[in-house]
Protein backbone atom coordinates (compact mmCIF):
# COMPACT_ATOMS: atom_id res chain seq x y z
CA UNK A 1 0.00 0.00 0.00
CA UNK A 2 0.93 3.83 0.03
CA UNK A 3 3.30 5.20 2.54
CA UNK A 4 4.47 8.54 2.50
CA UNK A 5 8.54 9.25 1.85
CA UNK A 6 10.20 9.72 5.25
CA UNK A 7 13.54 11.15 5.31
CA UNK A 8 15.91 10.64 6.66
CA UNK A 9 15.24 6.63 7.86
CA UNK A 10 17.67 7.04 10.63
CA UNK A 11 19.98 9.87 12.41
CA UNK A 12 22.61 9.47 15.34
CA UNK A 13 23.31 12.84 16.92
CA UNK A 14 24.95 14.61 19.95
CA UNK A 15 22.45 15.38 22.55
CA UNK A 16 21.90 19.32 22.86
CA UNK A 17 21.91 19.36 18.93
CA UNK A 18 18.50 19.94 16.99
CA UNK A 19 17.09 17.56 14.36
CA UNK A 20 15.07 18.16 11.33
CA UNK A 21 13.05 15.54 9.29
CA UNK A 22 10.60 15.83 6.42
CA UNK A 23 7.67 13.86 4.64
CA UNK A 24 6.73 14.08 1.25
CA UNK A 25 3.38 12.40 -0.87
CA UNK A 26 2.81 12.17 -4.22
CA UNK A 27 -0.82 12.93 -3.45
CA UNK A 28 -2.12 15.94 -1.17
CA UNK A 29 -3.63 15.13 2.43
CA UNK A 30 -5.70 17.83 4.64
CA UNK A 31 -4.10 16.86 7.93
CA UNK A 32 -0.20 15.88 8.32
CA UNK A 33 0.14 14.20 11.59
CA UNK A 34 3.39 13.41 13.77
CA UNK A 35 3.78 9.95 15.88
CA UNK A 36 6.80 9.04 18.12
CA UNK A 37 6.72 5.38 18.34
CA UNK A 38 9.19 3.64 21.84
CA UNK A 39 10.14 0.19 21.87
CA UNK A 40 7.05 -2.26 22.24
CA UNK A 41 4.75 0.25 22.20
CA UNK A 42 1.82 1.92 19.87
CA UNK A 43 2.29 5.53 18.18
CA UNK A 44 1.81 8.57 20.32
CA UNK A 45 0.60 11.65 18.60
CA UNK A 46 2.91 14.13 19.14
CA UNK A 47 1.83 17.32 16.75
CA UNK A 48 -1.73 17.60 14.42
CA UNK A 49 -1.85 20.05 11.38
CA UNK A 50 -5.12 21.02 9.91
CA UNK A 51 -4.02 23.48 7.24
CA UNK A 52 -1.59 24.57 4.54
CA UNK A 53 1.11 26.70 5.68
CA UNK A 54 0.32 25.87 9.67
CA UNK A 55 3.38 26.00 12.02
CA UNK A 56 3.30 24.33 15.29
CA UNK A 57 4.97 23.62 17.91
CA UNK A 58 4.59 21.25 20.90
CA UNK A 59 7.55 22.09 23.48
CA UNK A 60 10.69 21.66 21.69
CA UNK A 61 9.05 19.79 19.18
CA UNK A 62 7.70 21.80 15.72
CA UNK A 63 6.05 20.76 13.37
CA UNK A 64 4.80 22.74 9.65
CA UNK A 65 2.36 21.40 6.89
CA UNK A 66 3.47 22.16 3.63
CA UNK A 67 2.25 25.20 1.21
CA UNK A 68 1.49 22.30 -1.39
CA UNK A 69 -0.28 19.71 1.31
CA UNK A 70 2.02 17.25 -0.11
CA UNK A 71 4.57 17.38 2.48
CA UNK A 72 5.69 18.34 6.29
CA UNK A 73 8.19 18.49 8.66
CA UNK A 74 9.02 18.13 11.87
CA UNK A 75 12.05 19.92 14.21
CA UNK A 76 12.97 18.80 17.70
CA UNK A 77 15.27 21.34 19.18
CA UNK A 78 18.06 20.30 21.92
CA UNK A 79 17.77 16.93 21.82
CA UNK A 80 17.60 15.41 25.32
CA UNK A 81 18.17 11.18 25.47
CA UNK A 82 14.42 10.65 26.26
CA UNK A 83 13.88 11.89 22.37
CA UNK A 84 15.52 8.50 21.20
CA UNK A 85 12.94 6.37 19.08
CA UNK A 86 11.26 5.96 15.96
CA UNK A 87 8.94 8.79 14.77
CA UNK A 88 6.34 8.66 11.84
CA UNK A 89 4.41 11.42 9.62
CA UNK A 90 0.87 10.50 8.74
CA UNK A 91 -1.14 11.56 6.32
CA UNK A 92 -5.01 11.87 6.66
CA UNK A 93 -7.45 13.04 3.61
CA UNK A 94 -10.48 14.22 5.54
CA UNK A 95 -11.32 13.35 9.65
CA UNK A 96 -12.08 10.15 10.52
CA UNK A 97 -9.99 8.50 7.46
CA UNK A 98 -7.48 6.49 7.47
CA UNK A 99 -3.86 7.52 8.06
CA UNK A 100 -1.00 6.89 5.37
CA UNK A 101 1.91 6.46 7.12
CA UNK A 102 5.86 7.04 6.67
CA UNK A 103 8.33 4.19 7.00
CA UNK A 104 9.78 6.47 9.84
CA UNK A 105 13.07 7.84 11.01
CA UNK A 106 15.43 6.29 13.99
CA UNK A 107 16.58 9.13 16.59
CA UNK A 108 19.64 7.61 18.17
CA UNK A 109 20.66 10.06 20.77
CA UNK A 110 24.44 10.23 22.20
CA UNK A 111 24.48 11.75 25.50
CA UNK B 1 -8.65 6.56 32.09
CA UNK B 2 -7.65 3.51 30.71
CA UNK B 3 -6.56 3.83 27.38
CA UNK B 4 -6.84 1.20 24.13
CA UNK B 5 -5.98 -2.24 25.32
CA UNK B 6 -5.22 -5.02 22.91
CA UNK B 7 -4.54 -8.61 23.88
CA UNK B 8 -2.81 -10.80 23.21
CA UNK B 9 0.55 -9.09 23.43
CA UNK B 10 2.26 -12.25 21.75
CA UNK B 11 1.39 -15.17 20.51
CA UNK B 12 2.84 -17.80 17.75
CA UNK B 13 0.89 -19.37 14.92
CA UNK B 14 1.64 -21.67 12.53
CA UNK B 15 1.36 -21.39 9.08
CA UNK B 16 -2.50 -22.15 7.51
CA UNK B 17 -4.22 -21.32 11.06
CA UNK B 18 -6.48 -18.67 12.05
CA UNK B 19 -6.47 -15.94 14.58
CA UNK B 20 -8.15 -13.87 16.27
CA UNK B 21 -7.25 -10.61 17.94
CA UNK B 22 -9.03 -8.04 20.26
CA UNK B 23 -9.73 -4.49 21.28
CA UNK B 24 -11.05 -2.83 23.64
CA UNK B 25 -11.24 1.14 22.58
CA UNK B 26 -10.46 4.01 24.87
CA UNK B 27 -13.08 5.01 27.31
CA UNK B 28 -15.53 7.75 25.11
CA UNK B 29 -14.21 6.13 21.47
CA UNK B 30 -16.68 4.56 19.49
CA UNK B 31 -14.63 3.83 16.19
CA UNK B 32 -11.59 1.05 16.15
CA UNK B 33 -9.25 0.73 13.16
CA UNK B 34 -6.51 -1.67 12.62
CA UNK B 35 -3.30 -1.18 11.25
CA UNK B 36 -0.38 -4.11 10.16
CA UNK B 37 2.74 -2.91 10.75
CA UNK B 38 5.72 -4.97 9.79
CA UNK B 39 8.94 -4.94 11.18
CA UNK B 40 10.90 -1.40 10.02
CA UNK B 41 8.32 0.48 8.57
CA UNK B 42 5.09 2.01 9.26
CA UNK B 43 1.83 1.02 10.06
CA UNK B 44 -0.82 -0.31 7.19
CA UNK B 45 -4.81 0.81 7.28
CA UNK B 46 -6.17 -2.61 7.24
CA UNK B 47 -10.09 -1.65 7.94
CA UNK B 48 -12.06 1.01 10.45
CA UNK B 49 -15.23 -0.32 12.52
CA UNK B 50 -18.00 2.12 13.67
CA UNK B 51 -21.61 0.60 14.61
CA UNK B 52 -20.80 -1.90 14.56
CA UNK B 53 -19.99 -2.14 10.11
CA UNK B 54 -16.66 -2.07 8.35
CA UNK B 55 -16.42 2.01 7.28
CA UNK B 56 -13.07 1.58 5.47
CA UNK B 57 -10.95 -0.80 4.47
CA UNK B 58 -7.29 -0.94 3.06
CA UNK B 59 -5.71 -3.09 0.64
CA UNK B 60 -5.59 -6.23 2.40
CA UNK B 61 -7.12 -9.75 1.09
CA UNK B 62 -10.02 -11.10 2.79
CA UNK B 63 -8.34 -13.36 4.78
CA UNK B 64 -8.50 -10.11 7.04
CA UNK B 65 -11.80 -9.64 8.72
CA UNK B 66 -13.05 -7.90 11.77
CA UNK B 67 -16.03 -7.04 13.71
CA UNK B 68 -17.44 -4.50 16.36
CA UNK B 69 -19.46 -5.26 19.45
CA UNK B 70 -21.85 -2.91 20.55
CA UNK B 71 -19.85 -2.05 23.71
CA UNK B 72 -16.93 -0.36 20.57
CA UNK B 73 -14.62 -3.52 21.32
CA UNK B 74 -13.44 -5.14 17.99
CA UNK B 75 -11.65 -8.12 16.70
CA UNK B 76 -9.50 -8.97 13.58
CA UNK B 77 -9.28 -12.20 12.30
CA UNK B 78 -6.69 -13.07 10.49
CA UNK B 79 -7.27 -16.90 8.16
CA UNK B 80 -4.82 -19.08 6.58
CA UNK B 81 -2.11 -17.31 7.90
CA UNK B 82 0.92 -17.16 5.78
CA UNK B 83 4.40 -16.29 7.14
CA UNK B 84 4.14 -12.54 5.66
CA UNK B 85 1.94 -12.04 8.32
CA UNK B 86 3.84 -12.23 10.70
CA UNK B 87 4.08 -8.37 12.45
CA UNK B 88 3.08 -6.16 15.04
CA UNK B 89 -1.14 -5.35 14.90
CA UNK B 90 -1.84 -1.99 16.45
CA UNK B 91 -5.69 -1.18 17.26
CA UNK B 92 -6.51 2.66 17.30
CA UNK B 93 -9.50 4.06 18.43
CA UNK B 94 -10.99 7.61 18.24
CA UNK B 95 -14.54 9.34 18.53
CA UNK B 96 -16.31 9.69 15.30
CA UNK B 97 -18.08 13.30 15.86
CA UNK B 98 -15.74 16.23 15.74
CA UNK B 99 -13.52 17.78 14.00
CA UNK B 100 -9.84 16.19 14.27
CA UNK B 101 -10.61 12.22 14.76
CA UNK B 102 -7.48 12.16 17.20
CA UNK B 103 -6.96 8.16 17.22
CA UNK B 104 -5.61 6.74 20.31
CA UNK B 105 -3.15 3.22 19.26
CA UNK B 106 -2.68 0.38 21.82
CA UNK B 107 0.18 -1.09 22.35
CA UNK B 108 -0.23 -3.67 19.74
CA UNK B 109 -0.06 -7.39 19.38
CA UNK B 110 3.31 -9.20 18.10
CA UNK B 111 2.07 -12.18 15.90
CA UNK B 112 4.66 -14.69 14.44
CA UNK B 113 4.24 -17.08 12.24
CA UNK B 114 6.06 -20.30 11.73
Known amino acids: GQQLNQSPQSMFIQEGEDVSMNCTSSSIFNTWLWYKQDPGEGPVLLIALYKAGELTSNGRLTAQFGITRKDSFLNISASIPSDVGIYFCAGQLYAGNMLTFGGGTRLMVKP | ?114
Open chain 2, 1 to 114: DAGVTQSPTHLIKTRGQQVTLRCSPKSGHDTVSWYQQALGQGPQFIFQYYEEEERQRGNFPDRFSGHQFPNYSSELNVNALLLGDSALYLCASSLKQGIFYGYTFGSGTRLTVV
